[in-house]
């Protein structure tokens, strides 16, 4: 079998983001694999412990993308103020493959922003990394490469309000409510995010499992500012109600938005002025394209707005509205850099204090994860494209390891069993193995 096979037979998915299958990324030839190391967003350092402590395979697995794609040169991009661990890697690195460091901004992780800070290159508006010869892949989907074997656990911080702050690495299928149980809450009233900061959302349902995608969970009081902004984002009405009254059009969220600093065409200011045709119930009536190109990083709405509004949230929502309508942009692209994007980076200590996220410790090491689940339940779709189909049936005997669900040629991912166990529940949705 081949790698690209091989890396489809063993599920492998982009470990964070929308889960892009990673043997599609392979199917291409590339003369560069940038490694995304940046961990851009506070209270989050998985990807740093699996290059602390996982790196045979962390190296094993850059090794067999960079072959699969023809690489001549690797890149891992890092932030600077990570020395130790950079001191570390560097005398294990192959002669084509260097680190660089990043400055300590948000969001040096955004594809395009990388791309950009480690080679020069803008990736034009509307077009993939590899237009420039550039393969990006994140730390833990090139670890997963390294290893012989399917994708049945995921990495993932636990941080906040919590007495085991740590990267952990559990079952996929295993319920948030086991993994913050483990972690040991100090407050009784909290709210739980799911992934980073800036781009999570707040988990509604404790049973909800882990999937292949799931970077964090993050403990905070109900009442904290983070929790407050994603409850109102939920709102789309309130979102639009709010910012139509309150818009002053100063364009600050444009000034800093990165995109646009790279010469993509989005504007998130114009979205907000299109709230000034909206009807009484919250409905945008015009189409607003140019938000096709946000990356939703949430930087202009819980960063760069003075006002507090939410230009992000209307820009997704205007995003969703045109990529289902087929509307297409057609107007000016720059692409290429504003001459002030090196100064209107927003540092990640600004970020810190502005969401009130100072207060935690800010660290992640790896620990063992000593809990034995009862039930796993492999969610069907845990990537971008098709949801998988069971090939078990109830009451099946499964193996540790054993494919039990697959997407076949279809794009998507291959599922496998995370433990030895049996079949209990096959739903739409997902399969339950009861151990
Ligand atoms: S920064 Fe805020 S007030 Fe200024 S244009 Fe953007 S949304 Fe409006
Ligand atoms: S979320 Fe805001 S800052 Fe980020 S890309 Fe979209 S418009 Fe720009």
Redesign the pocket.
């Known amino acids: 079998m081949n790698i690209v096979s091989q890396v489809k037979e063993n599920g492998i998915v982009g470990a964070g983001g929308a889960g892009f299958p990673t043997h599609i990324k392979l199917a291409s030839q590339a003369e560069i694999v940038i490694v995304n190391a940046a961990e851009c967003e506070p209270l989050l350092h998985k990807d740093k412990e699996i290059l602390k402590q996982k790196t045979d395979g962390f190296l094993k697995g850059l090794k067999v993308m960079m072959e699969a794609v023809g690489a001549k040169k690797g890149i891992i991009g890092i932030k600077a103020k990570h020395q130790a661990l950079i001191d570390y890697l560097k005398p294990l690195l192959d002669y084509n493959t260097e680190l660089f460091p990043l400055g300590d901004f948000y969001p040096a992780g955004d594809e395009v922003t990388l791309i950009y800070e480690t080679t020069g290159r803008i990736v034009k508006a509307g077009t993939l990394p590899i237009s420039e010869g550039i393969v990006v892949n994140n730390v833990e989907s090139i670890l997963n490469m390294g290893f012989d074997g399917p994708v049945t656990t995921k990495f993932l911080n636990v941080a906040g309000y919590v007495k085991r702050l740590n990267t952990f690495e559990v079952p996929l299928g295993i319920s948030f409510k086991e993994i913050i149980e483990y972690a040991e809450p100090t407050i009784a009233d909290y709210a739980v995010l799911v992934g980073g900061p800036m781009m999570g959302r707040i988990n509604d349902d404790l049973n909800e499992v882990v999937t292949k995608t799931t970077s964090a969970l993050i403990i905070l009081p109900i009442d904290h500012v983070l929790v407050t902004k994603y409850n109102i984002i939920e709102s789309q009405k309130k979102v639009n109600k709010i910012?139509k009254s309150?818009?002053?059009?100063?364009?600050?969220?444009?000034e800093l938005c990165p995109r646009y600093l790279l010469g993509h065409p989005i504007q998130?200011?114009q979205a907000?002025r299109s709230l000034l045709f909206s009807s009484e119930d919250g409905q945008i009536n015009q189409s607003e394209p140019h938000t096709l190109y946000c990356c939703e990083c949430n930087l202009?709405s819980f960063i760069?707005?003075?006002?507090g509004?939410y230009?992000s949230t209307v820009c997704i929502n205007h995003k969703r509205k045109a990529a289902a309508d087929g509307v297409k942009y057609e107007g000016a692209i720059a692409n290429k850099a504003h001459p002030l994007v090196d100064y209107r980076k927003t540092p990640t200590r600004r970020l810190k204090m502005m969401l009130d996220l100072n207060r935690f410790d800010d660290k992640g090491s790896l620990a063992n994860f000593d809990v034995q689940p009862r039930h796993l339940k492999l969610l069907l779709k845990q990537h971008i494209g098709s949801p998988a189909k069971p090939l078990v049936k109830v009451k099946d005997i499964v193996s540790k390891g054993q494919k039990i669900a697959t997407v076949v040629d279809q794009l998507g991912s291959e599922i496998h069993a995370p433990a030895s166990g049996q079949v209990t529940e096959i739903t739409d949705n997902y399969i339950k193995i009861s151990i």
């Open positions: 910012g309150a818009c002053d059009q100063c364009t600050i969220c444009t998130p200011h907000m202009c760069s707005c003075p006002e509004l230009p």
